[in-house]
């Protein structure tokens, strides 16, 4: 048994690449989970640099010079960031509270519309079944209340952290877009001078995932202006705050959409109730994702990670009980992470060498 466990771990430990990239894995794993808080600032920032990287790189293939590639790079930055700070999130925020405040009345009006279902379906649903639904309702309601409540109270401290991230983020931002080619030529001093393995594995991950976030974060920006667009024109209520909540739905692959349909289809309901508006409304939320996965998803990802919708969806649960919001939004690219580890790793290209000879 211990010689079989040996040639195995000889031949997943082939190369000495292997053993740095194991190493590598592991410390970013053990330093995402004990020290991420305190390093969330620094990671936001390389993300968001990582993200207007091919700003810089698309105006310097143009022989425009890095540096003023560069500051028209950060410019967009700064202008996306402070638009979104100072427009998009107050505006959302507003109307989520008035969204709030108007919970009772749209409760009641789905009580009095629940009432009718035992009169209508008596051999369905029973009047028993409704005043426990009712009360069931009525206790979640309560339950988000208080925590809206207690996260008013103790948001002060988080206040603090939000001043940091406003004021290092955007100056680390900065410094990672001007000093990148210093930043990984010091990242490569500590790596053998032969590396094909890692250099494979790097090169796919900086073209997918590249493609990845820069088209995921275009797609969000698109579908939320015209979902926000198309509410306002229709004269739905709460149309920021739906059209920001379409946008960032298409984080989460197949889920994501299926998920925000419920409220948009409910506040619709409360507003109009059955009728033209509602169904107009339906089919124009319709078309939009259509639009969004026949016509601008394939636009955007057209080199788009082959992994199979299964992997994808376990990749959405895992990551994202991990990490949260950004476990979700880079679910795909650490996904394909694994992939081209497991397709690069060095027992196959062994093998094939093996093969050859």
């Known amino acids: 048994m211990f010689q079989v466990l040996r ?22 794993l053990v330093v995402l989970m004990t020290m991420g808080n305190v390093l969330g600032p620094v990671i936001t920032s390389i993300i968001l640099a990582f993200m207007m ?7 310097t293939k143009r022989r425009v010079p890095r540096w003023l590639a560069i500051s028209v790079a950060f410019s967009i930055f700064v202008g996306t960031f402070f638009v979104a700070l100072l427009v998009v999130l107050p ?10 405040n108007e919970l009772p009345g749209m409760l009641s009006k789905w009580q009095q519309l629940m009432l009718v279902l035992p009169e209508q379906y008596p051999s369905f649903i029973s009047e028993t079944q409704i005043q426990d639904w009712i009360l069931l309702a009525k206790a979640e309601l309560g339950q988000v209340g208080q925590v809206v409540v207690s996260f008013s109270i103790s948001s002060i401290p ?7 991230y406003l004021v290092l983020v955007p100056i680390l931002v900065f410094f990672f877009l001007k000093d990148h080619l210093l930043i990984v030529a010091w990242f490569k001093s ?10 494979k594995i790097w090169h796919e991950m900086d073209e997918q995932v590249a493609n990845y976030v820069r088209g995921k974060a275009i797609e969000i920006v698109i579908v939320g202006v015209i979902s926000y667009i198309a509410f306002v024109i229709l004269g739905l209520n709460y149309a920021a705050l739906l059209g920001l909540l379409v946008g960032l739905s298409v984080v ?4 994501g959409a299926a998920v925000v349909t419920v409220p948009i289809a409910l506040i619709a309901y409360f507003q109009w109730g059955w009728g033209s508006d509602f169904l107009t409304l339906l089919g124009v939320y319709a078309v939009i994702q259509g639009l969004d996965g026949n016509v601008l998803v394939p636009l955007l990802f057209s080199e788009a990670v082959n992994l199979h919708p299964t992997a994808i969806i376990l990749a959405v649960l895992v990551f994202g009980g991990f990490w949260g919001l950004w476990g ?10 694994i992939k081209a ?8 290209r062994h093998d094939a060498m093996l093969a050859e000879q």
């Open 7 to 28: 040639k195995w771990l000889d031949q997943i430990f082939i190369e000495e690449e292997s053993i740095i990239l194991l190493l590598l894995i592991a410390t970013a």
């Open 53 to 59: 990287q091919g700003v810089i790189t698309q105006l």
């Open 91 to 100: 505006l959302a925020w507003n109307q989520m509270t008035n969204l709030f």
């Open 158 to 164: 988080n206040l603090i952290g939000l001043l940091i």
């Open 190 to 199: 500590f790596l053998p001078h032969e590396r094909p393995m890692l250099t």
């Open 252 to 255: 989460i692959p197949y889920i």
């Open 328 to 337: 979700v939004f880079f679910a795909i690219p650490l996904a394909t992470l």
């Open 341 to 348: 580890v497991l397709n690069a790793w060095p027992s196959s």
